[in-house]
């Protein structure tokens, strides 16, 4: 299997979000979602190897539909606003707020599901 530089900096950029989380009962892998407008966040889209979403129009519309796919984690960067919207829409949805790695910088937020951290 050859390693590229790209699949290797995605990684190295998820593992730290979910290191030291047990075994996630969810239906969908761990998610990334970004805002395009920001450097940060398209430089982790491009370096993320697994699904990546971009948050496009109305922010309580997407974060009910990513939350309806019940991912095991979710990992973003966003305009602050955005995360303090999506967060709460994951508050409904069973999900609360966990340390983010600081790889993700300034921007960054990690949701995972209740009860199991």
Excluded at 42 to 64: C, K, W
Excluded at 76 to 82: E, F, I, K, T
Excluded at 87 to 109: F, N, T
């Amino acid at each position: 299997m050859k390693a590229t530089r790209r699949g290797v900096l995605g990684g190295a950029l998820a593992v730290p979000a979910v290191a030291g989380m047990p075994r996630l009962k969810r239906s969908t892998a761990p998610l990334l979602v970004h805002d395009p407008a920001l450097a940060a966040g398209r430089r982790l889209a491009e370096t993320h190897a697994g699904e990546v979403l971009a948050i496009e129009g109305d922010p309580i519309r997407f974060a009910r539909a990513l939350f309806a796919r019940r991912p095991s984690l979710v990992v973003g960067v966003s305009r602050h606003a955005d995360g303090l919207l999506i967060e709460e829409v994951g508050r409904e949805a069973g999900y609360v707020p966990v340390p983010a790695p600081a790889s993700l910088g300034a921007s960054g937020w990690v949701l995972a599901p209740r009860g199991n951290g």
